[in-house]
């Protein structure tokens, strides 16, 4: 219950709407799915766009930007990965880097 003359957070009403309107069984589900997230056949901002999408459901996985630029990295495609090795300083660094090396490898 929320106190009277109390602005909730973002983060609060995001919890509270979540709790309320999202079963926990599509939350456990979603967060198995951002778990398992690789690129595959994906192309670059496929893959970047399904990781923000679901890493809504797993905030703990991805709680800074070292430990959210490394997950994403760990689901590139390998020779992707081998390519990208340690070149970015941040994940919109890492994203940026591997949309130019995505096309560098396709020779566009």
Same mark, same amino acid.
Not at 16 to 32: M, N
Not at 49 to 65: G, K, M, N, T
């Given at each position: 219950?929320?106190?009277?003359?109390? =602005?909730?957070?973002?983060?609060?009403?995001?919890?509270?709407?979540?709790?309320?309107?999202?079963?926990?069984?599509?939350? =456990?589900?979603?967060?198995?799915?951002?778990? =398992?997230?690789?690129?595959?056949?994906? $192309?670059?901002?496929?893959?970047?766009?399904?990781?923000?999408?679901? /890493?809504?459901?797993?905030?703990?996985?991805?709680?800074?930007?070292?430990?959210?630029?490394?997950?994403?990295?760990?689901?590139?495609?390998?020779?992707?990965?081998?390519?990208?090795?340690?070149?970015?300083? /941040?994940? $919109?660094?890492?994203?940026?880097?591997?949309?130019?090396?995505?096309?560098?490898?396709?020779?566009?």
């Amino acid at each position: 219950m929320q106190r009277a003359g109390h =602005e909730p957070t973002w983060e609060e009403f995001s919890q509270a709407f979540r709790a309320h309107y999202i079963p926990d069984s599509l939350v =456990e589900q979603k967060k198995r799915e951002f778990r =398992e997230l690789k690129q595959g056949n994906k $192309t670059v901002m496929q893959y970047v766009q399904a990781f923000i999408h679901l /890493s809504q459901y797993a905030p703990e996985d991805v709680r800074d930007d070292p430990s959210r630029a490394a997950r994403l990295l760990s689901g590139f495609d390998p020779t992707l990965q081998t390519h990208l090795g340690r070149r970015y300083q /941040s994940f $919109t660094d890492l994203v940026d880097t591997a949309l130019d090396m995505e096309n560098r490898l396709a020779g566009r």
